[in-house]
């Protein structure tokens, strides 16, 4: 509600700003049941029910965590492309023809976010296991489709590369230093002009951080992923270092959808004054 407060020449950059929060929110909560609650049960005993249902469960939670993962994602890259044209490129247009523009490569993202990941519910089977004498439970154990060599290095290497994490990455350091030198020679010709606050240069700031927290958050998860290719398979078991990399990327990434919005109060003057507004 708070990013809806902007005038009309930001208006854009805070509909996607607010699309982003929503594909932020939904990783969240997905995570909730994915990493949150199912190490409750073998440390403290509580959620038993719960851990069961986890295992019977989570080669679908998996991608459905991914889904909204991907938006995240796309959706960074998106507002960073608007600013860019925006500050850079000068690129003209009325603002409501600009707005609808978005809304549609938004629509884009969602689409290309559900079909990329749907194979991901095919990468597993379900599978009864032993646990004990006498008895069994639900597991989970790679599918020929998910085990299929051409699979993995198109899907889960190459693609994962192109369009998951390094493309989208380059393409944020690229624009971030863009909007950087942009910025800076804005705010030298206003402080020579003497002027003072421009709501687009808080928006512009705004967005620097933000991609800037985006980098240094995920790639330690793009640095796992070309290790779970290259490491060793034992390495990854509880006590080795592989096993606590993977934990920690994991964290950063889910802690990149939480802190948004600590970046607008921290960065944005126009937010700190629509916030105490409200």
Known sequence: HILQQDNRK???????????AVADTLVLLFA????????????????????????????????????????????????SINRYCVVCRHVKGT??????????????????SVLYNIPRFFEYNKVEVCSGFNQSQMGFEISAFGDNMFYRIIYSNIMYFVFLMGGPLLALIFLNANLIRALKTRQRRRVDMGKSYNPQQDMTLVLIVIICV????????????????????SL???????????AVGDMFSIFNSAVNFLIYVMTSQRFRENQAWL
């Open 95 to 112: 603002a409501s023809h600009i707005l609808t523009k978005a809304r549609r490569h938004v629509i884009y993202i969602t689409v290309f």
């Open 214 to 233: 985006f980098i240094f958050c995920q790639t330690p998860t793009f640095i796992d992923h070309i290790l779970w290719t290259a490491v060793d398979e």
């Open 236 to 246: 990854r078991m509880c006590g080795h270092w592989h096993y606590y990399y993977t």
């Open 10 to 20: 930001t208006v854009t950059t805070a509909f996607l700003l607010q699309a982003l």
């Open 32 to 79: 909730v049941p994915l990493y949150v609650l199912p190490p409750v049960f073998p440390y403290t005993g509580y959620l038993g029910q719960y851990y069961a249902l986890y295992l019977d469960i989570v080669a679908y939670l998996w991608p459905c965590y991914q889904i909204p993962f991907t938006g995240t994602i796309y959706l960074t890259v998106l507002v």
